[in-house]
């Protein structure tokens, strides 16, 4: 009886306290979350910045692997499942680091998880922070990178040199710089230095219209504005297609029956004729972000929304 008595008691204990501890931790929408190195946790922080560069530029396919119809996607997904494990176990080693909360407000939404994203997004807007892509702007340099942070209140465009001390490049195209170059990561990871300051910086205002294609995604703005890429290659623009890196597309391939074609004769491949293949961008990606940023951006409904339709073109 005593020691049912004693192990109740030790219990009860253990109960309270974990109760105690758990009532301790702020709930996910009192988190007060910060950009501040300082103030995060090592582990924390090296999770979000040395570890997404090493899992970014780790290869992951051969030479020959490039030649696989679709090999591509496979090397993606893996990227992108390492990018969110790794910034999950930064949040849990520090629930205050911003930045695991912004690489996973985009990583839920590559995945489609809606309802886990928008609850991340909101989380971080709510602490004054930022959602970041890297991005492609087709219109003023396709070779070269450029980074794109959603806040509640405005979109900016950053170079990608504006946080690299050195963009390397191959063929003249840019790449990922390495993991020394810890700004750039903090950057994409939502945290981009506020002393640096953007190549072109647009209130929600003043975007008129979203459209939402194949590949890309156009802001149409009111007025324009000047973009200037690490190439120094300038342009003036009303409308920003920008293709945000996270998703791809895949290669379809159609063929006809060929009706000469005798199984007992002939070979496998004599089976098809007039085979082509069709490259499909990632169409209900484009959707899913254009969704998410209205929706914790323009709850008002001000701008406009319209698509192209599913297919090859942009």
């Known amino acids: 009886m005593r020691l049912a008595m004693s192990l109740r008691a030790s219990l009860t204990a253990a109960l309270v306290a974990a109760s105690t501890a758990a009532l301790a931790q702020p709930a996910p929408d009192q988190l007060r979350l910060t950009c501040n190195r300082t103030d995060i946790d090592e582990r924390s922080y090296d999770l979000t910045t040395a570890a997404q560069a090493a899992n970014l530029l780790e290869p992951r396919h051969s030479f020959w692997d490039r030649f696989i119809i679709n090999e591509h996607l496979g090397a993606l997904d893996d990227l992108n499942r390492d990018a969110r494990r790794l910034a999950e176990r930064a949040r849990e080693a520090d629930p205050r680091n911003l930045m695991a909360h912004s690489i996973l407000a985009r ?54 040199g504006q946080f690299a001390s050195t963009i390397p490049r191959r063929l003249g195209y840019a790449k990922f710089p390495g993991p020394d170059e810890v700004r750039f990561y903090e950057a994409s990871a939502g945290c981009p230095d506020p ?120």
């Open 107 to 160: 990583q839920y939404l590559i995945f489609g998880w809606m309802r886990r994203a928008e609850q991340t997004w909101r989380l971080v807007l709510d602490n004054g922070g930022a959602v970041a892509w890297t991005a492609t702007l087709y219109d003023v340099d396709y070779k070269s990178h450029f980074l794109m942070a959603f806040d509640r209140e405005r979109l900016r465009i950053y170079r990608a």
């Open 195 to 314: 002393s640096v300051v953007p190549v072109a910086d647009v209130p929600w205002e003043q975007v008129r219209e979203i459209k939402a294609g194949n590949w890309v995604l156009w802001f149409k703005l009111s007025r324009p504005v000047t973009v200037v890429s690490d190439r120094r290659k300038k342009k003036s623009l009303r409308e920003i297609k920008v293709n945000l890196h996270g998703e791809t597309g895949h290669v379809e391939i159609l063929a006809s029956p060929n009706p000469d074609w005798d199984p007992r004769e002939d070979d496998e491949h004599e089976r098809w004729t007039n085979v082509r293949g069709i490259g499909l961008g990632p169409y209900d990606y484009q959707h899913r972000v254009r969704e998410m940023i209205v929706r914790v951006a323009d709850p008002e409904g001000r701008i406009r929304l319209t698509s192209s339709s599913r297919g090859a073109g942009w």
